[in-house]
């Protein structure tokens, strides 16, 4: 069974619109994390959560905002996408925050129009 | 600030030869280390991680690595590779506030 469940797999946006990924862990970890990649760049950390708390930001843009309503749960809200979004994004967990190994969920593939 | 290296974008070994991947990395202290694989289509998943201690750690089928402090590096190792080893490996490293800052990877191709 799948520990790290993202949805959905794949998503096809038009510009401007606003979509939501999803992400739940059943690990029973307390610290999750969202990761960008594109062809144009390698793999890149955006956010990290310990404990429904957000402890970093590598964000620049306020267009995407984490929401943790669970603390199994990170979703990413992105708001006035630009085909520059297309990308796949991964969420992570790992058991704390703070040197301990991170696990990957399958990825959300974006496509912006 | 912390980096990886990753030289060689693409490798292409026989199967049942032997493979070194190569890492560079660059962080001030002593960082945690760590070597992912994404086979197509898939995410990520961990193969082996280093933490202060035994330089070389043992990973899943059959791969391990060297940490090299003098060196600053943390290249993956495996004695004799199958066709299923064709896939993207990333070097990443840990170090201040736990995000893993990756490398841009290296491909891995397995010819018969």
């Known amino acids: 069974d799948p520990k790290i469940i993202q949805k959905p797999k794949y998503l096809v946006a038009v510009t401007g619109s606003e979509k939501i990924l999803i992400c739940e862990q059943y690990?029973?970890?307390?610290?999750m994390y969202w990761y960008r990649q594109s062809a144009k760049k390698p793999l890149e950390f955006m956010f990290s959560y310990s404990y429904q708390k957000l402890m970093d930001n590598q964000t620049a843009s306020s267009r995407f905002q984490p929401q943790s309503s669970k603390k199994n749960h990170l979703d990413l809200q992105i708001t006035a996408l630009k085909p520059d979004d297309s990308a796949t994004y991964f969420c992570?967990?790992?058991?704390?925050?703070?040197?301990?190994?991170?696990?990957f969920g399958p990825g959300t593939r974006l496509t912006v129009l | 600030a912390q980096s990886v290296t990753q030289p060689d974008a693409r490798v292409t070994v026989s199967e049942g030869a032997s493979l070194q991947l190569r890492c560079k990395y660059s962080?001030?202290?002593?960082?945690?280390l760590f070597w992912y694989v994404q086979y197509p289509r898939q995410g990520l998943q961990l193969l082996l991680k280093y933490y202060p201690g035994d330089p070389v750690v043992q990973g899943v089928n059959g791969f391990e690595a060297e940490f090299s402090k003098s060196n600053s590096s943390f290249h993956l190792r495996k004695a004799s590779v199958h066709w299923s080893d064709w896939a993207v490996y990333f070097c990443a490293i840990s170090g201040s506030f736990n995000k893993l800052t990756f490398g841009a990877g290296t491909r891995l191709a397995v010819c018969p």
């Open positions: 962080y001030f202290g002593t960082p945690y």
């Open positions: 992570a967990s790992s058991q704390d925050w703070g040197g301990s190994e991170q696990f």
């Open positions: 690990l029973g970890h307390n610290a």
